[in-house]
């Protein structure tokens, strides 16, 4: 899954929400839309287990409901892990940092920590990215939070946990332009020659609010989540490369027939 676009979620999204009969609210005009707020989505070729989109609905309905009736229609590999109601603001204000793992094989842990500790020590680390108005160049050093080289222990190795391979944990701020994991290796290439044989693998294993003081990303929804059900719609779509929970069978008329 990490290698589908987001465009190609948005689709798979709004089909499950038809199959799944979940009462999404249009917009007016011409030529309505579905209301899915989506802030910070992640690349194309990064997996994510931490993805969060805004969705209005037209009526009231339960959390949990939303929750199942949705999950039991999306694709295998994007899994719908909660939905609360939004009492707060929006997500954009929420999502102020992200947790990223990248897995280097072939890359032993040192080389990657002597790396990391250059890239750390600079005022300054500017990259070029291709974007949508051409090569654009913009300073990185400012939106990394911190960086950590972590054991197999603390991350998902590759399958042969005998070869050298070195996990990097990154804490990034969101900036504009976005600084995405890959700025950074391509910045650590630029400053000290590390460069993996094989494309990394990367991970977003978290985004919310940011604690300044600590570096830490709290849940963005801790204020949202009632003790009681509520109702309202507001999803965190979990997006995984191997990994499959398991599902109910497809109930034949997910938000009209009895709770689940």
Same mark, same amino acid.
């Given at each position: 899954?990490?290698?589908?676009?987001?465009? !190609?979620?948005?689709? *798979?999204?709004?089909?499950?929400?038809?199959?799944?009969?979940?009462?999404?609210?249009?917009?007016?005009?011409?030529?309505?839309?579905?209301?899915?707020?989506?802030?910070?989505?992640?690349?194309?070729?990064?997996?994510?287990?931490?993805e969060?989109l /805004?969705?209005?609905?037209?009526? !009231?309905?339960?959390?949990?409901?939303?929750?199942? *009736?949705?999950?039991?229609?999306?694709?295998?590999?994007?899994?719908?892990?909660?939905?609360?109601?939004?009492?707060?603001?929006?997500?954009?204000?929420?999502?102020?940092?992200?947790?990223?793992?990248? /897995?280097?094989?072939?890359?032993?842990?040192?080389?990657?920590?002597?790396?990391?500790?250059?890239?750390?020590?600079?005022?300054?680390?500017?990259?070029?990215?291709?974007?949508?108005?051409?090569?654009?160049?913009? !300073?990185?050093? %400012?939106?990394?939070?911190?960086?950590?080289?972590?054991?197999?222990?603390? &991350? $998902?190795?590759? /399958?042969? $946990?005998?070869?050298?391979?070195?996990?990097?944990?990154?804490?990034? $701020?969101h900036?504009?332009?976005?600084?995405?994991?890959?700025?950074?290796?391509? @910045?650590?290439? =630029?400053?000290?020659?590390?460069?993996p044989p094989?494309?990394?693998?990367?991970?977003?294993l978290?985004?919310? %609010?940011?604690?300044?003081?600590?570096?830490?990303?709290?849940?963005?929804?801790?204020?949202?989540?009632?003790?009681?059900?509520?109702?309202? &719609?507001? &999803?965190?779509?979990?997006? =995984?490369?191997? !990994?499959?929970?398991?599902?109910?069978?497809?109930?034949?008329?997910?938000?009209? @027939?009895?709770?689940?």
């Open positions: 899954m990490r290698f589908a676009s987001h465009r !190609d979620i948005a689709r *798979a999204l709004e089909r499950a929400l038809r199959r799944a009969s979940v009462p999404v609210a249009f917009s007016a005009g011409f030529s309505p839309h579905p209301k899915i707020s989506y802030t910070g989505a992640a690349p194309t070729g990064v997996a994510s287990e931490a969060y /805004e969705l209005t609905l037209a009526q !009231d309905c339960r959390p949990d409901q939303v929750r199942d *009736a949705i999950d039991a229609a999306m694709p295998d590999g994007v899994d719908v892990v909660e939905v609360v109601e939004a009492r707060t603001q929006g997500l954009a204000d929420r999502l102020q940092a992200s947790l990223w793992r990248v /897995e280097m094989a072939d890359v032993g842990p040192d080389d990657a920590a002597e790396a990391v500790a250059t890239y750390l020590a600079a005022e300054s680390v500017e990259v070029e990215r291709m974007t949508k108005k051409g090569r654009r160049r913009f !300073d990185t050093r %400012p939106a990394v939070l911190g960086i950590e080289v972590c054991s197999g222990s603390h &991350g $998902r190795a590759p /399958e042969d $946990r005998h070869a050298t391979y070195a996990i990097l944990q990154m804490v990034i $701020r900036t504009t332009p976005a600084v995405r994991p890959d700025d950074v290796l391509t @910045g650590l290439r =630029q400053l000290a020659d590390l460069a094989s494309s990394p693998k990367m991970t977003r978290a985004q919310g %609010p940011l604690d300044e003081a600590t570096g830490a990303i709290a849940d963005p929804f801790d204020a949202d989540r009632p003790e009681a059900p509520a109702t309202g &719609g507001n &999803g965190s779509a979990h997006d =995984q490369t191997n !990994d499959r929970r398991t599902r109910a069978p497809r109930p034949s008329s997910p938000m009209t @027939g009895p709770s689940q």
